[in-house]
């Protein structure tokens, strides 16, 4: 499905992962295949890809392809999968981080504030968790943490208290339902308030950070020595992560000096500067706008 979603730095993640054409290659982020087939047409024979993705809307977008095994999962298990599928190690991993056109797009999906629909949010449909559920059952300072950490709202006990006081007259079940209890607290520019609240409320029903900081310790575990790790971020509570672990090994960015003040990384990193879009893609691909990507080498 071509419409699914428009891969985001396609080439510079490519030609980052420096790929061999008998390697072995992980996508732990599947969505609409754009970023797999690119990898796959690098691929001969003993060459194999494995692409992750928990939606199973995804599975449209499966290619006919002898090197590829798509995995059902959430990417933190990425070393559960990699060992029951007998890989003792990978020569590169490739993660784009942001939320495909398709679940904005898809209205019941309620990942969008576009349309009306249901609070869902979730990447994985069998999951428990949904955005009604966080915004109806968290206490109010469960939910004022939810926004103020992940949102980075300077109103986030302002906002919680309002949707605690709203539920108890009513449960808010409808995007437009929470778009106009939002709305005293919103300025001019609306769309721009609303944005960093849905990003928290989808950050929570997911457990995003906790899943990427997995990930990123099973991708260290999984990939060889000179295996090459590509991660495409959208916000900066994701790449600061990924930044500090990129360059430290932890996610708090603490460096480990050795005797001679060498600073002791499992990673070499191979871009210095972060890689952004080219005016050209953000003028065809407008979500791409905020997108980082950082590559590194495994020491």
Not at 193 to 207: D, G, K, S, W
Not at 276 to 290: L, Q, Y
């Amino acid at each position: 499905m071509n419409n699914y979603h428009t891969p985001v730095l396609l080439q510079e993640s490519i030609e980052g992962l420096s790929i061999m054409p008998n390697g072995t290659y992980v996508d732990v982020t599947f969505g609409g295949g754009g970023h797999s087939r690119e990898i796959l047409r690098h691929l001969a024979d003993g060459g194999r890809l494995f692409s992750f993705d928990q939606d199973k809307d995804a599975q449209q977008n499966i290619p006919n392809d002898e090197h590829f095994q798509f995995v059902w999962s959430n990417f933190r298990y990425i070393t559960n999968f990699m060992r029951y599928y007998g890989v003792d190690g990978v020569d590169g991993i490739l993660a784009d981080l942001g939320v495909s056109s398709h679940h904005f797009d898809e209205a019941e999906r309620g990942f969008s504030f576009r349309f009306d629909g249901k609070l869902d949010m979730r990447m994985n449909q069998s999951a428990s968790l949904t955005a009604e559920k966080v915004i109806n059952t968290y206490s109010e300072e469960a939910l004022a943490d939810v926004f103020y950490y992940y949102g980075e709202i300077s109103q986030a006990r302002k906002i919680a208290r309002a949707l605690v006081k709203e539920r108890s007259n009513a449960p808010i079940t409808g995007i437009f339902q929470l778009v106009n209890i939002l709305q005293p607290y919103l300025g001019r520019d609306s769309k721009k308030q609303l944005a960093p609240l849905f990003q928290a409320l989808r950050i929570e029903v997911n457990q995003e950070m906790d899943a990427l900081k997995e990930m990123l310790q099973g991708a260290l575990a999984v990939l060889k020595p000179g295996g090459r790790l590509a991660v495409i971020t959208y916000h900066s509570l994701e790449d600061r992560l990924v930044k500090n672990f990129l360059k430290t090994g932890n996610f708090e960015g603490k460096q480990d000096k050795d005797f001679f003040g060498k600073v002791n990384t499992p990673f070499k990193l191979i871009n210095r500067q972060v890689i952004i879009p080219s005016n050209e893609e953000i003028n065809t691909n407008p979500r791409s706008r905020s997108a980082k990507l950082r590559i590194a080498e495994k020491l």
